[in-house]
């Protein structure tokens, strides 16, 4: 009688993956319950993933809140590349300069999904920021994942023609989280909380014209 050939060991995981499973399941929990439900317990909950796996990639509070931020950068630089793929490069005037008008689409096509498919996202976002007002610890984490998103922004300005593009994309970006913030949780979120794609695309023109007229 044959033996049987031996099974093979079922795959290893990939870190990386497990830690982005555990960081989005942070994120989802924030979103949900702000951060006095943030746990290692929940975070397992909300992962699916057995009690004390959390813990054994992060081992503690601060480190699971970094890599949130981290977590953070990375879906909002992915959402840009994804949204370039998605639908091209801007469109080009006869000078080869990115269309304002195609680049206000594009950024309020981003500012769209951010306050819809990724509202809890944003949310969360903002919670984790205001904590690391209050724990020293957690802004060099903070600041590298801003990085992030003044890079992008930065690069779109300086493709439009700004003088001074790094400068300009704080200012698009302060202008960008107002928007994100007051339609999320500010005075808009109960009178005008998810505005249509017409009138986003008018804000993000004008947002796109003062920065490039400073």
């Known amino acids: 009688m044959s033996t049987p050939p031996a099974s093979s060991p079922p795959p290893v995981p990939d870190p990386r993956d497990r830690r982005a499973l555990i960081a989005d399941a942070a994120i989802s929990t924030v979103a949900a319950a702000g951060l006095r439900g943030l746990t290692h317990r929940a975070v397992d909950a909300a992962a699916g993933l057995p ?18 931020y981290l977590r953070l950068a990375e879906l909002s ?4 590349d994804h949204w370039e793929a998605t639908h091209g490069p801007l469109a080009t005037r006869g000078d080869g300069r990115p269309d304002l008008d195609s680049a206000a689409a594009a950024l309020a096509a ?5 306050l819809t498919a990724a509202r809890d996202r944003q949310l969360a976002r903002f919670e984790l920021t205001l904590e690391a007002t209050r724990r020293p610890e957690l802004r060099a984490d903070l600041h590298t994942a801003r990085l992030a998103a003044r ?25 960008t989280d107002g928007l994100l913030y007051d339609r999320l949780a500010g005075a808009l979120e109960e009178t005008n909380p998810l505005p249509d794609m017409a009138e986003l695309t008018t804000v993000t023109r004008q947002m796109l014209l003062a920065a490039l007229s400073t």
């Open 151 to 175: 890079s992008k922004a930065a690069a779109l300005l300086a493709a439009l023609g700004a003088p001074h593009p790094a400068e300009t994309a704080d200012l698009l970006v302060a202008w």
């Open 51 to 68: 009690a004390g796996s959390t813990s054994y990639y992060f081992r503690t509070r601060s480190a699971l809140i970094s890599a949130c």
């Open 110 to 114: 981003l500012l769209h999904h951010w």
């Open 77 to 80: 630089v992915s959402d840009v």
